[in-house]
């Protein structure tokens, strides 16, 4: 670890969190593995057990085992199979640590058809839905951040409803015509909700038009 210095390729360390990175270094003479594998923490405190699928090229420590797929596999189809990995890792920690010769014995549990091959299509398309009911709440704020954005005018404006109305705090400048310098004044634009999305901005240049 001394000779490892800051780059840009992960570095997968035995930690319980952040899919195992502990920071981002330079090759050097590490050996470098291709993503869409799986990688598995041989000890460390609470870490023990933990398998993290890995989609990106990265390096490893000391600690961690990598485990490659002999067949093409998906990547929701190692995540089935690193999230049944974990499953026991109650069995391993500082005092039983994952080696050569149990990590050889070590036996999970997969959903199987009905000749007792693997099951490949249930875990890909239980994976696909489990990622789907996680994104959800996502995106269904990004989806109402946009439509907000698409009539509030985006970080030019906050808007806010009251009743009926849709009230921009969006100040348009206007020439004061009693004013012999022309001096600019500010006025407050509110515009009612119709049923036709207007954009704001269209909105007011119509308002300065009919003041001007």
């Not at 598995?40 to 420590?61: C, E, K, S, T, V």
């Not at 995106?139 to 009251?162: E, H, P, R, V, W």
Request: charged share 20%; aromatic share 8%; hydrophobic share 35%.
């Amino acid at each position: 670890m001394a000779s490892l210095t800051d780059g840009s390729l992960p570095l997968v360390s035995a930690r319980k969190t952040d899919n195992g990175y502990k920071q981002f270094v330079e090759p050097n003479h590490k050996r470098i593995f291709e993503g869409n594998i799986i990688t598995l923490n041989n000890d460390g405190d609470g870490g023990a057990g933990i398998a993290y699928y890995q989609p990106h090229r990265m390096a490893l420590d000391s600690h961690v085992t990598a485990l490659i797929p002999k067949q093409n596999l998906s990547r929701f189809q190692l995540l089935f199979v690193a999230m049944c990995i974990t499953k026991q890792r109650e069995r391993f920690g500082h005092g039983y640590s994952i080696n050569a010769s149990r990590i050889r014995t070590f036996k999970y549990m997969l959903p199987v058809t009905a000749n007792g091959t693997p099951d490949w299509q249930f875990m890909e398309n239980y994976m696909r839905q489990k990622e789907q009911q996680i994104l959800k709440p996502t995106i269904d704020k990004l989806c109402k951040q946009l439509i907000y954005n698409q009539i509030g005018g985006g970080d030019a404006t906050s808007s806010t409803t009251n009743g009926k109305r849709l009230i921009l705090p969006m100040f348009s400048p206007t020439f004061n015509v009693a004013n012999a310098s022309k001096k600019l004044t500010i006025q407050k634009a509110i515009f009612r909700m119709c049923p036709q999305r207007r954009n704001p901005m269209v909105s007011m240049a119509l308002l300065e038009t009919q003041a001007a």
